[in-house]
């Protein structure tokens, strides 16, 4: 692990200025694979969706699959770039053991979408991310490495390889470097993988789940001193698989060149690995010792050349994109701006969405995503999405609060119960006991309980200093665990010390 002197994160952006950038693999939702017409549905017994194209046989040839290239003009489209008129794939030479052909079909210096843009808004700001490229190529194989403490190849025993993912379609979205961010850049960079990762599922081109591998983003980044013209050396960390694990992979990178520079040492460009368990990245393989893919002009396939008419169609049918769905919502609910883009940056957006299609109110269901929700999912270290909750039982909390069947703390109990895997709100409620006690007898009894616990309190209020009475609610509250209407036991309060 890493032995190098760590500077604190507020010292390091204060005397540096980060650059980021990032490079995101997207794996196409096609039917088909790239070049062949294997099935890309995740999850089948290994090796079982393969033919002798994907698997490199001599004497096959790939045949381009127009859906992907499609998908990847709407992608373009959508980030504001320009759609080549003409372009190639490109043979990436290199040898690797879920490669079988021992070159990957991509696309170098002919991408088919370059030069866009999309914006992310952090904080009431907003933040222009150049978009360099978007290019299509065909995913590898994988690699299970068994024996290992770690599940890396080193130390292991031996190596499976499953070559089902070898040749799905994937594209690759590449942003421009992105300067002044300062102590923001950890959430940029963030914010950035989840508009991006919004914008692709509302066009349908990929079920974007991190934690399957159908996206997955480099991060580079590097340091300036502030003052200085020229951009510090930067590294890339590999393969960051999750919304949390980008901002901590640029978080510890700042910190961590920031004490290489202190130093008085260079910071080397290199690839890096980031530790899901420490947050903390360790060296991979440095960029000098980096090989030439020799890349050429794929023969067995033709240039890709999109008439303008079918890219004109392709515009023509795109949905709504996010941003402009998040304008709209913000419009009809009636919430501040700085709450949707809290929403949309913690990826609740669609959540709280379905819970207000599920009944509850806007405001509603934002506060629950935002508050105690948005918490839970924290807490575990998952995306809000994959809490063990639906918006329809959300919903159903909050039509019980509604209701005035629960107060907030007792829907907060409620939510838990829920998160806990107790069943269903109502099945939570009953099992737990959870509805509020308006019942007066039960009231009045603890009331009058409150009221003969303390005089002193009781004859302030008795002289007309009734905010006195907030003290004895308390102890309301507290004698049925927070399940009293506190509106009427301050009626009942008033009333009997009248
Ligand atoms: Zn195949």
């Known amino acids: 692990m890493t032995t190098e002197h760590l500077v604190s994160f507020d010292d390091a952006v204060s005397r540096y200025e980060p650059v980021i950038g990032l490079e995101t693999h997207v794996e196409l939702g096609t039917v088909s694979k790239m070049f062949c017409g294997?099935?890309?549905?995740?999850?089948?017994?290994?090796?079982?969706?393969?033919?002798?194209?994907?698997?490199?046989?001599p004497g096959s040839l790939p045949v381009a699959n127009r859906a992907a290239i499609e998908y990847t003009i709407?992608?373009?489209?959508?980030?504001?770039?320009?759609?080549?008129?003409?372009?190639?794939?490109?043979?990436?030479?290199?040898?690797?053991?879920?490669?079988?052909?021992?070159?990957?079909?991509?696309?170098?210096?002919?991408?088919?979408?370059?030069?866009?843009?999309?914006?992310?808004?952090l904080g009431g700001k907003t933040y222009r991310v150049g978009i360099e490229r978007v290019h299509l190529e065909e995913d590898t194989g994988k690699s299970l490495h068994i024996g290992g403490a770690t599940g890396r190849i080193h130390g292991a025993d031996y190596s499976l390889v499953d070559y089902n993912r070898a040749g799905i379609p994937l594209v690759e979205v590449v942003t421009k470097p992105v300067p002044d961010t300062g102590a923001l850049a950890p959430a940029v960079a963030r914010a950035y993988v989840t508009e991006l990762r919004d914008l692709l599922r509302a066009l349908r081109v990929s079920d974007v789940r991190m934690e399957e591998g159908s996206l997955r983003c480099d991060v580079n980044t590097s340091l300036t001193p502030r003052g200085a013209v020229e951009w510090g050396t930067r590294t890339e960390t590999k393969n960051v698989n999750s919304l949390r694990s980008v901002e901590r992979a640029v978080r510890f990178e700042i910190e961590r060149q920031a004490g290489v520079l202190d130093a008085g040492q260079k910071v080397v460009q290199e690839t890096r690995h980031l530790h899901e368990d420490t947050g903390a990245t360790t060296s991979g393989r440095s960029k000098e010792e980096a090989q030439d893919y020799r890349y050429f002009p794929e023969p067995d396939l033709v240039p890709v050349a999109p008439p303008a008419g079918w890219v004109e169609e392709i515009r023509a049918a795109m949905p709504e994109l996010p941003a402009a769905?998040?304008?709209?919502?913000?419009?009809?609910?009636?919430?501040?701006?700085?709450?949707?883009?809290k929403l949309r940056n913690a990826g609740s957006l669609d959540l709280a969405e379905a819970t207000v299609?599920?009944?509850?109110?806007?405001?509603?269901?934002?506060?629950?995503?935002?508050?105690?929700?948005?918490?839970?999912?924290?807490?575990?270290?998952?995306?809000?999405?994959?809490?063990?909750i639906t918006p329809e039982q959300v919903a159903r909390v909050s039509a019980l609060v509604q209701a005035g069947t629960l107060n907030d703390?007792?829907?907060?109990?409620?939510?838990?119960?829920?998160?806990?895997?107790?069943?269903?709100?109502?099945?939570?409620?009953?099992?737990?006991?959870?509805?509020?006690?308006?019942?007066?007898?039960?009231?009045?009894?603890?009331?009058?309980?409150?009221?003969?616990?303390?005089?002193?309190?009781?004859?302030?209020?008795?002289e007309g200093k009734t905010a006195a009475a907030g003290a004895l609610i308390g102890d309301v509250m507290r004698a049925t665990k927070g399940r009293a209407d506190a509106g009427r036991a301050r009626e009942l309060i008033l009333q009997r010390l009248s």
Not at 417 to 427: F, H, I, R, S
Request: proline fraction near 7%; charge should be negative; hydrophobic fraction near 45%.
């Open 409 to 462: 703390q007792l829907a907060r109990q409620a939510l838990e119960g829920v998160l806990a895997g107790e069943g269903e709100p109502d099945e939570v409620v009953a099992a737990r006991g959870l509805a509020i006690v308006s019942d007066d007898a039960v009231l009045a009894e603890a009331v009058d309980a409150a009221i003969a616990a303390r005089p002193d309190v009781a004859a302030k209020i008795r």
């Open 74 to 121: 709407r992608i373009g489209l959508a980030l504001n770039c320009t759609i080549a008129t003409w372009c190639r794939f490109a043979r990436k030479n290199y040898f690797y053991p879920d490669m079988p052909k021992n070159f990957q079909i991509s696309q170098y210096d002919e991408p088919l979408c370059t030069d866009g843009w999309i914006d992310v808004t």
């Open 357 to 388: 299609g599920a009944g509850a109110s806007p405001a509603e269901a934002s506060k629950w995503w935002l508050g105690e929700l948005a918490r839970h999912a924290n807490d575990r270290g998952v995306e809000p999405a994959d809490l063990p």
């Open 38 to 57: 294997c099935p890309t549905t995740f999850g089948l017994p290994p090796n079982s969706a393969v033919c002798p194209v994907c698997l490199g046989l």
């Open 325 to 341: 769905r998040a304008a709209r919502l913000q419009e009809e609910w009636g919430v501040s701006s700085a709450d949707l883009e």
